[in-house]
């Protein structure tokens, strides 16, 4: 089976999910209402819902406001990077720093709108990722989790083999966030940012698949 790409939608949030002999669900963005699961990415999953692993790129609100209602659907294992794991055991809202004009403007004069009304699910990760990463090939896809911290202490990348990386927000490309291919507008340590992009281009990332916004060759970041 020919490795699969489908991305479903939630508000300005994507989550990826990734089929060939297993299926991995990369940031289970959506409602975090009490027991509402994204009926897309269950459509998608089938029935009942096959999903070997959950891979959360950050802990940030609006990439795990889905993760306990898909972990308690589908049961499969959910994995964070140790750095940020707190975040999600304790369901905290947390938002970075603006680094950006635009994101500094956003953070001070929008987010502070939007907080109060934000609620995340707090959920124990059942794997802990290290600064080694994680071998995603146990669970049917060729690929491999990367650390690549900047975004937050915890960010991770998935990258394949092919050259696809899915980076969080360790980039982005499409409103509200910004109009072109660009590093994220937000970031806890934006100095780290350069260096995560300097490895991932070393890993020979081709492709890159943004959680807000649209896939573009990474070459636009290479400079």
């Known amino acids: 089976m020919a490795l699969r790409i489908d991305v479903v939608r939630s508000g300005v949030t994507n989550t990826y999910v990734l089929r060939d002999r297993g299926t991995v669900l990369i940031d289970p963005a959506g409602s975090a209402r009490s027991g509402e699961v994204p009926r897309k990415v269950l459509d998608l999953l089938g029935t009942p819902p096959r999903l070997d692993l959950i891979v959360v790129t950050h802990c940030h609100w609006d990439h795990i406001g889905a993760a306990a209602s898909l972990h308690g659907a589908t049961g499969a294992p959910l994995a964070v990077h140790k750095a940020d794991a707190e975040w999600l055991r304790e369901g905290k809202v947390v938002w970075p720093s603006g680094v950006t004009t635009w994101g500094k403007f956003f953070r001070t004069a929008v987010a502070p709108l939007m907080l109060p009304f934000i609620r995340v699910p707090a959920i124990a990760p ?86 807000h916004g649209r896939p573009f060759p990474a070459s636009a970041l290479r400079a």
């Open 126 to 211: 059942d794997l802990l990722v290290g600064d080694e990463g994680l071998d995603l090939e146990p669970y049917g896809i060729e690929g491999r989790v990367v650390h690549t911290p900047g975004h937050s202490p915890g960010s991770v990348s998935v990258v394949l083999p092919s050259g696809e990386a899915f980076v969080g927000d360790l980039a982005m490309n499409g409103p509200p966030m910004c109009l072109h291919p660009s590093f994220g507008v937000f970031a806890h340590q934006p100095d780290l940012v350069p260096a995560s992009w300097r490895r991932l281009l070393r890993l020979g990332v081709r492709t890159v698949y943004p959680a």
